[in-house]
């Protein structure tokens, strides 16, 4: 695989920047700014595919309705359920991952599954805007005086709206997708390279604990989104309907997460994050073989540049 390949493919870049992470430690300086930074470069980059233009109509209201109700209060509520069952110490990750919006990459994923992406745009752009209302209420109703509302609401400013705003002056930039792809890339494994660093004693030092993460996050990502696979295929809900609505249901913007547990709490915090990014980079891998579909090499390589928990 050549340099500019590994670039633009992002399980590649995510492996890079977990293994380099896990080696060395991370960064040993400002590991805070250090993700902050880059998350918020990601979003930018991540947002500026997001266009509305063609989303209009009642129809893409209600989908947008039922991307909440998947979304934002089951795949919340087995998050939360989930993680009852470990440490105080760990509960604020957990906390942080149910109230954090859908991953961006549902779009372009929902494109390449061969489902109805204007609707996936729409719907993700209102569980941004809703997350900037819902984030803050779920952390401090559940972690409670234990975060700074203040330092919560700016980060969301920093991470959410400053990229919201940024992204539609980059839209204009003429940036062709390969490059922009690989931008993404990069800013992914350096967070993922910050994160995976500053917890990797958390990674070796007790594999009990990596183990029972993965069983939750197994159960969150692979668990919700057969259960919803299966009960929209029951209602003869058509493939290019269902596709969008199974990645709500089992999509959370992980890379947003890691960075507030970082900025909010201690790293270890991040660990649960962490270890579903990689969990969701294989249900979506898993997801190109579950569906028919048409021009399979094609898929492959466009869903390889494609962040997953972003």
């Known amino acids: ?42 979003m930018t980059f991540s947002l500026s ?30 998050i939360i359920a989930i993680g009852l069952f470990f440490s105080e110490e760990l509960w604020p990750g957990w906390v942080l991952m149910a109230a954090a919006p859908s991953a961006i990459s549902v779009v372009p994923f929902t494109t390449v599954l061969g489902g109805r992406t204007t609707k996936a745009l729409f719907s993700t752009s209102v569980n941004y805007l809703v997350a900037l209302a819902v984030m803050p209420l779920i952390t401090l109703l559940l972690i409670g005086s234990s975060v700074s509302a203040i330092s919560l609401v700016y980060s969301l400013l920093l991470l959410i709206v400053l990229p919201m705003v940024a992204s539609r002056a980059v839209m204009r930039l003429p940036i062709e997708r390969d490059t922009n792809t690989a931008l993404m890339n990069i800013c992914f494994a350096v967070l993922i390279f910050a994160v995976a660093g500053s917890n990797r004693e958390a990674f070796f030092g007790d594999p009990l604990l990596v183990l029972a993460i993965s069983i939750g996050c197994i159960i969150r990502t692979f ?43 201690e790293p270890v915090v991040a660990v649960p994050a962490t270890i579903c990014i990689v969990f969701e980079v294989v249900w979506v891998i898993f997801l190109i073989r579950w569906y028919p579909r048409r021009g399979a090499g094609r898929q492959t390589d466009e869903i390889e540049g494609s962040s997953a928990s972003f």
């Not at 609505?245 to 909010?264: D, E, H, M, W």
């Open 1 to 42: 695989m050549r340099p500019a390949q590994i670039l633009t493919n992002y399980s590649a870049m995510m492996v890079l920047g977990l293994v380099l992470g896990l080696l060395t430690g991370g960064s040993p300086w400002y590991t805070k700014e250090i993700s902050m930074a880059s998350l918020a470069i990601l």
């Open 49 to 78: 595919t997001v266009s509305l233009k063609e989303a209009r109509g009642r129809d893409h209201m209600e989908h947008a309705i039922y991307a909440l109700l998947l979304n934002y209060v089951i795949l919340t509520a087995v």
């Open 223 to 265: 668990g919700t989104g057969l259960v919803t696979e299966f009960a929209l295929a029951r209602t003869s809900m058509d493939k290019s309907e269902r596709i969008s609505f199974v990645l709500f249901s089992s999509y959370k913007n992980l890379g947003l997460t890691a960075t507030l547990a970082i900025a909010l709490f």
